[in-house]
């Protein structure tokens, strides 16, 4: 390297020299010293940018020892850890949104089997495994989360201005949620008893006896082929002038003068209808008598 930068500054001595009586011998050189003068000043460019890697490398090895009172093999396997942590946050997260999916699949199609099966069919599938029930009421859930109102709160103050001796029948209680909010005796009923509180039965066969409660409610819970059914047998639970109080989402009653004359036609007489929002709407029917043995033979709320 010295050879070559004394070569350089021979080049610039020569240079100095030129002349034009021997012009050809002295651009020879001039030419043959410009290419040391090159060659120099790449090697002397190369020995500083390594100079520079070797303090950037040894400022990195200080500040390791100063943060960290372990060794710099303590402080790289730290850093392996904290690696491997994060790869093993990253797999979990992914593994959660992917059950999250399955989940939400596993949702709709239960929702869809209780649309469109009797009551002894989805009690049945419930009770072949119950870990759908589970699936469907986190589901539910998640889904209540995203509604500007709850339809069960409204049901509970409405429950609540009741007088206390009245028994109420909560038909479809999910997780039974009224019967624990109100001073009220209620009756609550489920395809699956997710609590003590809760019997497990089909909506068409109540094991209570004729004209034995006041209110039968049902929230958001008017679900199968065979809705006449539900309301023939809440129609003999009831007391007479009791109230059957319907709950739905709004999108669900087509036709909701069709609907209102179908269930009067079992031997009730609709005495409210009020829009909570633009989802939902509440209908209160009160229990007459028949004059004729003829109801209904079938009701849909499509």
Known sequence: YKMAGN????????SLRL??????????MFKKLYRRYMIATVLYKRRIMKRKKRRKIENVSELTATTCPNTLCGGLAESKATTKANSIKATSSFAQKLQSKLDAGRFRW???????STGRKSAELFKGDLSLY???????????DQWPVNPL???IQYVRAL????????LGC???????????KVLSFDLVASKKHIVACDMAHLPLSKESVDV???????????????????????VLGGTLKVVEVVSRIKNRKVFVKQVEGFGYKKTKSNLLNKMFIDLEFRKTERTNNKIAANISLN
């Open 19 to 28: 002349s034009r009586g021997n012009l050809e011998w002295k651009g020879h």
């Open 134 to 144: 589970q699936v469907y009421h986190k589901g539910f859930a998640a889904q209540v």
């Open 7 to 14: 070569k350089a500054s021979n080049f610039r001595r020569y």
């Open 110 to 116: 239960i929702n869809e089997q209780l649309y469109t």
């Open 153 to 155: 709160d409204h049901v």
């Open 174 to 184: 999910g997780e039974g949620r009224l019967a624990e909010e109100v001073r009220q």
């Open 216 to 238: 039968v409610i049902f929230c958001l819970s008017l679900m199968g082929t065979n809705l006449s059914d539900f309301l023939e047998e809440s129609w003999r639970i009831l």
């Open 163 to 170: 007088p206390k001796d009245d028994v109420i029948a909560d």
